[in-house]
Each structure stands twice: as structure tokens, then as C-alpha cells.
């Protein structure tokens, strides 16, 4: 666990919620706000799986030069190096359960001028 209280980092385009992070595994609740994207990015070692929580977002997804997007309804595994971003559509909540890696994030594009590799995700 970390600490003795979930740990909030807000974002631009929301916030992330901590709420666990062991040798094996974290545990986080993205908070997006309508019409807010996280960064487009990828990583070079973490693994992440993203479940639906409340309201609608959008994953787009980047494969061999073409992009994908589509409405988060069930849950979807990123393997390292898979090019993504959430999208917003109304107030909504994402948990993201992911190995340890926190640290590890590429920006390739960000609406709120952030680039480059960063600590933590989004």
C-alpha cells in the first residue's frame, strides 16, 4: 500500500488516484473531465490493463500507422510500446491496474504542453 492514505496527483486533464502499489502490482482511478485527453504516449516496460468505470471514454490506439478509437466498455490490456490516449466524453472514471513502472512513460503529443518521459502516467 502506499503510505497510510491513497495518494491524489492532479493532472490537467483530471487526476489519478493511488491507490495501491506493491513489488507485484498498482492499482489507480483516473479522473477525466469532459472534453480533457491524457497524453498521447506509451511505455517501454509497463504493462497496464484499463477497465471502465463511470461516464464515457475513448481509447485511441495507434498500430502499424493506423488509428483506433473506441468506446472503453470492457477491459482492455496495453502491452509495452503500444501508442494510446483516453478521451473524455462526459465526467468519467477509468481504474488502471498495471505492473510497478511507474516512471515509465513517453509523451509523444500532450494538449497542455507536458513532454517527454515523466512520472507518473498520463
Do not use: F
Not at 485527453?37 to 463511470?54: A, D, F, I
Amino acid at each position: 500500500m502506499v503510505g497510510d492514505a491513497p495518494e491524489c496527483t492532479p493532472k490537467p486533464w483530471g487526476g489519478e488516484l493511488l491507490l495501491m502499489c506493491n513489488e507485484t502490482y498498482a492499482v489507480k482511478i483516473l479522473h477525466l473531465r469532459k472534453g480533457c485527453r491524457t497524453s498521447l504516449q506509451y511505455h517501454r516496460v509497463k504493462r497496464e490493463t484499463l477497465l471502465p468505470g463511470s461516464g464515457n471514454v475513448i481509447l485511441e490506439t495507434h498500430h502499424d500507422g493506423l488509428v483506433e478509437e473506441d468506446t472503453l466498455v470492457e477491459s482492455v490490456t496495453l502491452l509495452p510500446g503500444t501508442v494510446h490516449r483516453l478521451r473524455a466524453v462526459t465526467d468519467a472514471e477509468v481504474v488502471e491496474v498495471s505492473s510497478t513502472e511507474l516512471d515509465d512513460v513517453v509523451r509523444l503529443e500532450d494538449d497542455y504542453g507536458r513532454t517527454g518521459l515523466t512520472r507518473p502516467s498520463g
